[in-house]
């Protein structure tokens, strides 16, 4: 079965520091893997998603994320948060059966501190 | 991307009674989906929604307590029925725009209904 992994309930940065937010999945066949963000109050934001191709894939707000397959793992990274980074943050992958069904991991609160 | 609006953004509701979330695109999309969001956990699908035919229930949801209705390929309702304190969540629609359409595999969430059943 198709599943993801986000290891960290939270993730505290000091503003202007580089951030990680862990990823890691276990899927049959190719994976495409997505990082939603979700501020307060708000619905989901698509920021990346792997298909194919580079495994260094750029998104959104200036975040980016590795697609390593030995390792199953694909961690978002941001060279330097900042305070409006503060989300919470999902890794995806879609399922093996359906052509749009997400599954979901259990998320990643990533709070900046100035 | 497309922009959906979701009715009501919240509500505070009583035990046994139901209540019906809207979602509506502004655009044709082929795809609709309800997602719950339960406090502090991740998101679950509940249902595709599609258009013309029954909705698409996932493992552990039936339509009787969450009736879906897709008239049309802007527009989709959820109720939620006979609520109890457990259906406290929030509920998000989804789109996509399918197969073949830039920004397939990319869904596009409402802001979320967040019901609070006393």
């Known amino acids: 079965a198709q599943s993801v992994a986000q290891p960290e309930d939270q993730v505290n940065v000091a503003e202007g520091n580089p951030l990680t937010v862990k990823c890691t999945y276990s899927?049959?066949?190719?994976?495409?893997l997505f990082w939603y963000v979700q501020y307060p109050n708000r619905g989901l934001q698509f920021l990346l998603k792997?298909?194919?191709?580079?495994?260094l894939v750029k998104g959104s707000y200036g975040f980016e994320a590795e697609f390593n397959k030995s390792q199953t793992s694909f961690h978002l990274k941001k060279p330097s948060a900042l305070v409006s980074d503060s989300a919470l943050y999902f890794c995806?992958?879609?399922?093996?059966?359906?052509?749009?069904?997400?599954?979901f991991g259990s998320g990643t609160r990533l709070l900046v501190r100035p | 991307s497309a922009v959906i609006s979701q009715k009501p953004s919240r509500d505070i509701c009583q035990r046994g009674t139901s209540l019906t979330i809207q979602c509506q695109v502004d655009?044709?999309?082929?795809?609709m989906f309800w997602y719950r969001q339960q406090p502090g956990q991740s998101l679950t699908l509940i249902a595709t929604?599609?258009?013309?035919?029954?909705?698409?229930?996932e493992s552990g949801f039936v339509i009787d307590k969450f009736p879906i209705s897709r008239p049309n390929l802007t527009f989709s309702t959820l109720t939620v029925s006979n609520m109890s304190p457990e259906d406290s969540s929030i509920y998000l629609c989804?789109?996509?725009?399918?197969?073949?359409?830039?920004?397939?595999?990319?869904?596009?969430f409402g802001a979320g209904s967040r019901l609070t059943v006393l």
């Open positions: 989804s789109v996509t725009p399918g197969q073949g359409v830039s920004g397939a595999n990319v869904l596009t």
């Open positions: 899927v049959s066949g190719n994976p495409y």
């Open positions: 995806a992958v879609r399922d093996a059966d359906s052509s749009y069904k997400l599954i």
């Open positions: 655009s044709q999309v082929t795809m």
């Open positions: 792997y298909i194919t191709g580079d495994n």
């Open positions: 929604a599609n258009q013309g035919s029954e909705a698409t229930y």
